[in-house]
């Protein structure tokens, strides 16, 4: 036990190390660079924004400061930087990862030029995948000099893209239902992205969440270097057999033909998705009336019966459901004719907590002043509710609820319904 605890103790510590080296490399030769040019040019000019469509090169790589290391995999090390005036990504070699530490027997540039090709296309790749939910990449700089281990005497291979968060379970299960909503309908544009791209039909072949980082609320790809273009091959249908994540049963069959299994990548990446992204994100949380169709939708997705582009127009429908309020049935709509109502009104006060919402106050967005009314009717507590001029991303309103209207006073920008027999 002692040895195997000194064992670990060495390989962190071996691990910190190797770390550093890599940050060392990248802020040496950052640094480096930046003196070296000092005589040459003037510093890059901070004018650039992500949005001003300028390609960064070599050139512009020295001048990205406060670089910090937020993550790293098998071949990759990403770091947080600040150019001209904005946070961006820097996607390096990751000298100490298994893509480097597990090159025996071949020259270390060797290692490292094969993971800069790798890092290279994957920037070819998220560039030709353009799209809301694909990370943007801002520029890349792989120098054609020799890499050797130790204090580069050549640069380094980066690219950059835009900065995203990790996508960390315990935080999306604390966002409220439409801030899941949202990442859902998220991934099923990435499917119908995967399943319809320029470069054809592309399979992840390792869909985890760490593929994937978030975007001011938006789930983006990040990581394509595992991915595969194009179905695979078959002669017979045997060989378009899709099987269960345990391999030991078989899900379905896609049909072989003019020798390529078709639509086996749109399926297969919905059925990772489903296991990866949906079953946190859907089913709970939200109208009851939805949550069965929403658990349907998550089986049906696991069980193999809806590609990629199936489950696409399934959470599209499910989402403008939500927002349209097309859960609620005749009775629940007909709740509003118990309100009266006060346009340029609002209630100071009179919050009460509920189980909709954190916190003191009962708030909650409603697809229409009708669903607050049916909502405020099932609430003991509620004698009224204010609609606030502000909308979710569904098109959704933003209402508060009230246990009386004590002290009514105008505000123009709200709307005040008071029920009927109370207040
Ligand atoms: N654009 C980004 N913004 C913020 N963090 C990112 C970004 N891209 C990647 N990361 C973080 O860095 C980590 C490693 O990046 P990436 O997955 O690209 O490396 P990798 O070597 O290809 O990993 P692996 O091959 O092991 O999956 C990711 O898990 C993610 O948390
Ligand atoms: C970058 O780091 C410097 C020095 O550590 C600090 O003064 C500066 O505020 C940082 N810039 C940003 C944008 O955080
Ligand atoms: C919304 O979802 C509910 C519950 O699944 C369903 O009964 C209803 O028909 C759907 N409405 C629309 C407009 O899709």
């Known amino acids: 036990m002692a040895s195997l605890s000194r064992l670990s103790l060495y390989v962190t510590v071996y691990l910190f190390l190797c770390l550093l080296a890599n940050l060392t490399l990248v802020v040496m030769f950052l640094g480096g660079h930046t003196t070296h040019q000092h005589h040459t040019r003037p510093a890059p000019t901070p004018a650039w924004t992500p949005a001003s469509g300028h390609s960064l090169g070599c050139d512009e790589l020295p001048a990205i400061a406060n670089l910090t290391l937020i993550g790293s995999g098998w071949t990759k090390a990403v770091y947080r930087g600040w150019y001209g005036g904005s946070w961006v990504a820097v ?15 071949e020259e270390a ?15 070819r790749w998220l560039t030709k995948l353009s799209h809301a939910n694909v990370i943007k990449v801002f520029g890349e700089c792989v120098p054609e000099v020799e890499y050797s281990a130790g204090p580069p005497r050549s640069g380094v291979a980066a690219v950059v893209v835009e900065l995203g968060q990790p996508v960390r379970i315990v ?99 919905s059925i990772y998705a489903g296991q990866h992204f949906m079953r946190l994100l859907l089913p709970y949380g939200g109208p009851a009336a939805l949550e069965a169709a929403s658990l ?54 009179e919050d ?64 005040l319904y008071v029920r009927r027999g109370q207040g």
């Not at 309020?325 to 709740?335: I, M, P, S």
């Open 91 to 105: 996607k390096t070699v990751h000298t100490a990862g298994h893509d480097m530490s597990e090159c025996r027997g």
């Open 296 to 349: 349907h939708l998550v089986e049906q997705q696991s069980l193999g019966r809806l590609d990629s582009e199936h489950l696409h127009t399934a959470i599209e429908a499910l989402a403008l459901n939500y927002s349209m309020g097309g859960y609620l049935t005749q009775a629940e709509k007909q709740e509003i004719q118990n309100f009266v109502v006060l346009p340029g009104s609002t209630v100071e006060g």
């Open 352 to 415: 009460f907590p509920c189980l909709r919402s954190d916190g003191a106050q009962c708030v909650q967005s409603v697809s229409s002043p009708a669903e607050a009314a049916s909502l405020c009717s099932q609430l003991p507590a509620c004698s009224a509710f204010v609609l606030l001029q502000h909308w979710t991303w569904t098109g959704r309103q933003t209402a508060v609820f009230k246990k009386g209207t004590g002290k009514v006073r105008e505000e123009r920008r709200h709307t």
């Open 109 to 123: 540039s060797v290692c490292y030029r094969r993971c800069a090709n790798k890092l290279r296309q994957e920037a």
């Open 171 to 269: 935080e999306v299960l604390q966002m409220g239902y439409e801030a899941r909503l949202k990442l859902a309908v998220d991934v099923g544009r990435i499917l119908q992205l995967l399943a319809h791209s320029p470069l054809g039909p592309v399979l992840m072949k390792d869909f985890r969440r760490e593929q994937f980082v978030l975007v001011d609320g938006s789930l983006k790809l990040s990581d394509v270097d595992d991915v595969v273009v194009g179905e695979p091959a078959c002669s017979t249908a045997q060989d378009c057999v899709i099987h269960d994540t345990t391999k030991e049963h078989v899900l379905t069959t896609v049909a072989c033909d003019g020798g390529l299994c078709h639509g086996h990548n749109s399926l297969l990446n």
